[in-house]
Nanobody, 124 residues
Framework: RPDLVESGGGSVQAGGSLRLSCVAK????????VGWFRQGPGKEREGVSC????????YYRDSVKGRFTVSRDNAMNTAYLQMNSLKPEDTAVYYC?????????????????WGRGTQVTVSP
């Protein structure tokens, strides 16, 4: 089973950028779709993006389309979430998760393995 560790969070001003990384310890990373989820203060967890096993399919929630880009490097057992033009409403703890099934940001129950999260704070 993959042990996922996120990094790259931090505090930025609106309009800034951050790149989150999700490193999977263990083998078989390319057997999993990778999703990114977030939970803001006082909000429910929501799906942000997902990338299929080999990166051929990518999905985004509407509010991040055109600003966020998901990618993966299976040789490095790492997935990325490049976040540009950040807004205060993007403030949240961001989690990566791995799914043995299909890639769906609306079905977090499909993701069996989760990282501990990394905090992203965007100030006005």
């Amino acid at each position: 089973r993959p042990d996922l560790v996120e990094s790259g969070g931090g505090s930025v001003q609106a309009g800034g950028s951050l790149r989150l990384s999700c490193v999977a310890k263990g083998s078989g990373f390319d057997n999993y779709a990778v999703g990114w989820f977030r939970q803001g203060p006082g909000k429910e967890r929501e799906g942000v993006s997902c990338i299929s096993l080999k990166g051929g399919s990518k999905y985004y929630r509407d509010s991040v389309k055109g600003r966020f880009t998901v990618s993966r490097d299976n040789a490095m057992n790492t997935a990325y979430l490049q976040m540009n033009s950040l807004k205060p409403e993007d403030t949240a703890v961001y989690y990566c998760a791995a799914s043995e099934g299909y890639c769906s940001i609306t079905e977090p129950q499909e993701f069996n393995y989760w990282g501990r999260g990394t905090q992203v704070t965007v100030s006005p």
